[in-house]
């Protein structure tokens, strides 16, 4: 999503590093550092939705806060 594509709304941009990127049962799972999980508030079973795009290596994670949703986490990509 572009810089102010949505109004009211504030964003921040991370450029990290993804540690692993596997698919398991037919999507795609991740593993986000620990360090950027803490900073993003994020808690065991909360959702993260996120694309694999076409240039090697490169990914855009959309973080989505969703309480409990485990499920979530398993339809990425």
Do not use: H, N
């Not at 991370?14 to 049962?25: A, E, F, G, I, S």
């Not at 795009?53 to 969703?66: F, H, N, P, Q, Y």
């Amino acid at each position: 999503m572009k810089a102010g594509a949505e109004r009211g709304r504030k964003q921040q941009g991370y450029d990290q590093p993804v540690r692993k990127l596997r698919k398991q049962d037919g999507s795609y799972m991740v593993t986000i550092p620990a360090g950027l999980v803490r900073e993003l508030g994020f808690e065991e079973g909360d959702g993260i939705e996120f694309c694999k795009t076409e240039v090697s290596g490169v990914m855009w994670l959309v973080a989505i806060k969703r309480p409990g949703d485990s499920a979530g986490c398993r339809q990425g990509g």
